[in-house]
């Protein structure tokens, strides 16, 4: 029996994402239908990886999603405050924060679509708020 689903999304592991990334998954009505890749920095591994072989496995897990659930888009997402990138300290503003992690989902989006070029691409950012809230926004 084939089993099959629309999405794999690619996001970081922080544990503070888990309730708002579930409530994402729910609202646009991915839960239950989407592979899931969680991993330190959601795609710093693919773009500037501790060792080759976390972009090799990350690059394996998405080959594996598309041809064993035919995936049809991928969503990558990545968050302010992210300890994979040093956390909101490294950064000048929350403004230029939010933009460096746009900017590092955009290349990891040029990277697969360079080996997957039929597949959908879709980002999510993650905003972590002082007050500890969470709020998972769909980019373009």
């Known amino acids: 029996m084939a089993h099959n689903c629309k999405t794999l999304i690619i996001h970081c ?19 239950g239908d ?3 890749i969680s991993v330190a920095g959601g795609v ?4 500037t990886p501790k060792n080759p072989s976390d972009r090799d496995f990350i690059l394996g897990q998405i080959e594996i999603s598309i041809s064993l659930h035919k995936v049809q888009e ?3 997402s990545n ?7 040093g956390g909101s300290s490294q950064f000048d503003s929350f403004g230029k924060e939010c933009e460096f992690h746009i900017g590092e989902m955009k290349r990891a989006k040029e990277l697969i679509l360079g080996k997957y070029p039929d597949i959908k691409i879709k980002m999510a950012l993650g ?4 007050s ?4 998972i926004e769909k980019l373009g």
């Open 44 to 47: 710093k591994s693919l773009l």
């Open 127 to 130: 905003k972590i708020e002082s």
């Open 13 to 31: 592991m922080d544990f503070r994402l888990g309730k708002p990334m579930k409530e994402y998954l729910e609202r646009n009505n991915l839960l």
């Open 132 to 135: 500890g809230l969470v709020v």
């Open 74 to 76: 991928i969503i990558l």
């Open 34 to 36: 989407c592979d899931i």
């Open 79 to 85: 968050h302010t405050d992210c300890g994979a990138y």
